[in-house]
C-alpha cells in the first residue's frame, strides 16, 4: 500500500521558517519526480516545488529564493524548506509522488499558516 507521510506544518509568524517531510512507503520511489503542492481556502492547487528521479527541482516563482526542496532517494523521502514566510503562504501542503502517465500519489496534507 503506497503512502505519503507529511510532517512538519504548523503555526509561524511572518518570517520565520518551518521544516515539512514527506516519507513516502509501499514501492521504490526513486524514479518518481516527487514535491510539494499546496491550497488556499478557495484556491486552485498550484505546484510548490518539485524535483526529479535526477536532483533536478522546479520552484514556483512566488517562493523561489525563500523556499528549497531536497530528497534522499535512499529513505525515500523529500523535503521542503521553507524561510521568510508570508501569510501569502499559508495553505494545506500536500506531498506528491508521480511517475507520468501511470502514477500519481498524494499525501494528506498537512496545514501552514502564517500569522502574526
Known amino acids: 500500500q503506497v503512502q505519503l507521510v507529511e510532517s512538519g506544518g504548523g503555526l509561524v509568524q511572518p518570517g520565520g521558517s518551518l521544516r515539512l517531510s514527506c516519507e513516502a512507503s509501499?514501492?521504490?520511489?526513486?524514479?518518481?519526480?516527487m514535491g510539494w503542492y499546496r491550497q488556499a481556502p478557495g484556491k486552485q492547487r498550484e505546484l510548490v516545488a518539485e524535483?526529479?528521479?535526477?536532483?533536478?527541482?522546479t520552484v514556483a516563482d512566488s517562493v523561489k529564493g525563500r523556499f528549497t526542496i531536497s530528497r534522499d532517494l535512499a529513505k525515500n523521502t523529500v523535503v521542503l524548506q521553507m524561510n521568510s514566510l508570508k501569510p501569502e503562504d499559508a495553505a494545506v501542503y500536500y506531498c506528491?509522488?508521480?511517475?507520468?502517465?501511470?502514477?500519481?500519489?498524494w499525501g494528506q496534507g498537512t496545514q501552514v499558516t502564517v500569522s502574526s
Open positions: 506528491n509522488a508521480k511517475l507520468p502517465p501511470w502514477f500519481n500519489y
Open positions: 509501499g514501492r521504490e520511489f526513486s524514479p518518481y519526480t
Open positions: 524535483i526529479t528521479r535526477d536532483g533536478i527541482p
